[in-house]
């Protein structure tokens, strides 16, 4: 089975710089996504981006970015000139790409800003 | 609407009674997935149907859970004679296609007394 390890249970960031979210997995598969989500209070989960396994080149959206190191992984997301706003719960989430399979989901990590 | 809708946003229930949660997909979306969400984890999977396809029940945790989904539609999960270890979000999602991302809705926050 896959399963999803996030580290860092908690982190920080001030407010314009950048932070980095760690993100490992476990699969024997050799195609597969990956995702990063954002919770913020209302409960919604929202997709921040999300990275094909046979994509070599790392995916971007605005201000976040991921690490994607297929043979050791991983999958990091870098958060960019930080913003209030950006303060949520972060999830990393795989799927394998058999059908519907569902999101195997890592247990999260809480960002926090400071102004 | 254009999102996912689930209801209620938040239910208050005594310990044995049957609830009914709601997912309303986006239209057009013929995947739908129930995850919960216990408090300070990630979300766990419980089931998804696919169009008329016989629904993938591996993730429900007992057979007190169930779930239909009316016409390809409408979701409705039962939990019979909750338990208090059943107080969660219990977040819906759907997809169009095998390609596309799951798209979420608010959550339900289910508190068992």
């Known amino acids: 089975a896959q399963t999803v390890t996030q580290s860092q249970p908690e982190m920080s960031v001030q407010e314009a710089e950048t932070v980095t979210l760690s993100c490992t997995y476990d699969t024997s598969e050799s195609d597969y996504y990956l995702f990063w989500y954002k919770q913020p209070p209302s409960r919604q989960m929202i997709l921040v981006i999300r990275?094909?396994?046979?994509?070599?080149q790392n995916a971007t959206e605005n201000r976040f970015s991921v690490n994607f190191q297929k043979a050791a992984k991983s999958f990091s997301l870098k958060i960019s000139d930080s913003q209030l706003g950006d303060a949520a719960m972060y999830f990393c989430a795989y799927r394998g790409n058999s059908g519907n399979t569902p999101l195997v989901f890592g247990k999260g990590t809480r960002l926090s800003v400071i102004a | 609407g254009a999102g996912v809708s689930q209801s209620p946003s938040n239910k208050v229930t005594e310990k044995g009674k049957d609830v009914e949660l709601r997912c309303d997909p986006i239209?057009?979306?013929?995947?739908l997935y129930w995850y919960r969400q216990s408090l300070g984890q990630g979300l766990e999977f419980l089931i998804y149907?696919?169009?008329?396809?016989?629904?993938?029940k591996s993730g429900l945790p007992s057979d007190r859970f169930s779930a239909e989904r009316t016409g390809g539609s409408v979701s409705t999960l039962t939990i019979q004679r909750t338990q208090q270890e059943d107080s969660a979000v219990y977040l819906c999602a759907s997809r169009r296609t095998v390609n596309q991302p799951q798209h979420f809705g608010d959550g339900t926050r289910l508190s068992i007394l």
């Open positions: 239209s057009g979306h013929t995947a």
């Open positions: 149907f696919q169009g008329n396809s016989a629904p993938d």
């Open positions: 990275q094909e396994a046979y994509k070599q």
